[in-house]
């Protein structure tokens, strides 16, 4: 890739990096470029990872296939996003889940060895990758949360306000599918499209495609605790 540093600047793990540092990682570090058609296979959970990765094209998407043949949509990810941060680091590195291509994808590889010795000579990766993994443990902690609440009701206005709060205003644009937020809630997606209705009966929200109004801030504060 002609403008690799360009993209690479870009990315998670490398935004506060100098251009001139950047320039001498980039000839001292020892990564693969990967590239993935679009449907194609880039990791089956359980297999093992001895790598970070970097999209640099295309999109990927984190999935939990059952027995039953249905997959579960957990994450997806575009370029700048890492994927693989924890598990490369952890005593079993084993992918958690299945990665797969959404677009033409080009990932950059990273292994565990050169991560450690970019983090040891450039204090701005060490921050980012400490970033990396407490922003995932934030994440972490929302789903649980999400996932503890008792009512389809609780964990939509638990994420409501999770959203207002990041996005500063009643009017949310969803972030991800409602797909993938049914996922995220560990529901399925009609009840999650039942209750959205019956919350905007209640003028609770308003909502159109991936817009939603919180009409009624207090009722929904009430219910997220």
Same mark, same amino acid.
Do not use: W
């Given at each position: 890739?002609?403008?690799?540093?360009d993209?690479?600047k870009?990315?998670?793990?490398f +935004?506060?990096?100098?251009?001139?540092?950047?320039?001498?990682?980039?000839?001292?570090?020892?990564y693969?470029?990967?590239?993935?058609?679009?449907?194609?296979?880039?990791?089956?959970?359980?297999?093992?990872?001895?790598s970070?990765g970097?999209?640099?094209?295309g999109?990927?998407?984190?999935?939990?296939?059952?027995?039953?043949?249905?997959?579960?949509?957990?994450?997806r990810?575009?370029?700048?996003?890492?994927?693989?941060?924890?598990?490369? @680091?952890?005593?079993?590195h084993?992918?958690?889940?299945?990665?797969?291509?959404? %677009?033409?994808?080009k990932?950059? +590889?990273?292994?565990r060895?050169e991560?450690?010795s970019?983090?040891s000579?450039?204090?701005?990766?060490?921050?980012? @990758?400490l970033e990396?993994?407490?922003?995932?443990?934030?994440?972490?902690?929302?789903?649980i949360?999400?996932?503890?609440?008792?009512?389809?009701?609780?964990?939509?206005?638990?994420?409501l306000?999770? %959203?207002?709060?990041?996005q500063?205003?009643?009017?949310?644009?969803?972030p991800?599918?409602?797909?993938?937020?049914a996922g995220?809630?560990?529901?399925?997606?009609?009840?999650?499209?039942? %209750?959205?209705?019956k919350?905007?009966?209640?003028?609770?929200?308003?909502?159109?495609?991936?817009?939603?109004?919180?009409l009624?801030?207090?009722?929904? %504060?009430?219910?997220?605790?």
């Amino acid at each position: 890739m002609s403008n690799l540093p360009d993209v690479v600047k870009n990315t998670a793990l490398f +935004y506060r990096v100098a251009d001139s540092d950047l320039a001498r990682i980039l000839t001292t570090t020892i990564y693969a470029i990967c590239e993935y058609p679009k449907g194609g296979l880039i990791a089956s959970e359980g297999e093992y990872c001895q790598s970070l990765g970097i999209v640099l094209e295309g999109a990927i998407e984190l999935q939990r296939i059952f027995t039953s043949g249905k997959t579960l949509s957990m994450a997806r990810l575009s370029p700048g996003n890492v994927f693989g941060e924890a598990t490369v @680091f952890s005593s079993t590195h084993t992918y958690p889940a299945t990665v797969a291509a959404l %677009e033409n994808t080009k990932i950059m +590889y990273i292994q565990r060895r050169e991560i450690i010795s970019l983090c040891s000579r450039y204090p701005e990766v060490l921050q980012a @990758f400490l970033e990396l993994l407490s922003n995932r443990i934030l994440l972490l902690n929302k789903k649980i949360r999400a996932l503890s609440l008792g009512t389809i009701r609780q964990k939509i206005a638990s994420f409501l306000l999770d %959203e207002y709060k990041r996005q500063h205003s009643t009017t949310l644009l969803l972030p991800v599918s409602r797909q993938s937020l049914a996922g995220h809630m560990g529901i399925q997606r009609p009840s999650l499209s039942r %209750e959205l209705i019956k919350m905007q009966d209640k003028g609770l929200i308003r909502f159109s495609g991936n817009t939603v109004v919180i009409l009624d801030l207090p009722a929904i %504060e009430e219910l997220a605790y």
